[in-house]
């Protein structure tokens, strides 16, 4: 929790995404696809983990990227988001991974250029 929230507003947080988590499983059991992209596209799955690296939560957002991973598991911007909480996580071999497999499955993408920059910079 950061000095800016209270508890209230973090059990708020994990209540949310506990059941965004919870629609996602049942649309993906039910092959709902439509629902998924609904919910995969939803501010709160989308902005909760860039806002914890923003927060300087790296590890928190590495555990909840897994999540998504393990539940999208070809949604490929999830491996350079969590390749950039690797980062905040100072992680370094595992967010090269991760920017690797990101710039492999989506090379033409505006974070593949990113990806590929802040590879560079990894490597030095």
Avoid: C
Wanted: hydrophobic share 35%.
């Amino acid at each position: 929790m950061d000095s800016h929230s209270t508890p209230d507003q973090h059990s708020s947080w994990q209540s949310e995404i506990a059941s965004v988590e919870h629609d996602a499983n049942r649309a993906f059991l039910d092959r709902d696809l439509a629902r998924l992209d609904e919910l995969f596209s939803d501010d709160l799955v989308v902005n909760s983990p860039i806002n914890l690296i923003n927060d300087k939560k790296g590890p928190e957002a590495v555990e909840l990227l897994t999540k998504l991973i393990a539940q999208f598991p070809t949604t490929n911007e999830l491996y350079y988001y969590r390749g950039r909480a690797y980062v905040a996580s100072d992680k370094l071999d595992d967010a090269r991974a991760d920017f690797e497999k990101f710039v492999s499955l989506a090379p033409t993408t505006k974070e593949a250029a990113d990806a590929k920059k802040i590879l560079e910079q990894i490597k030095k």
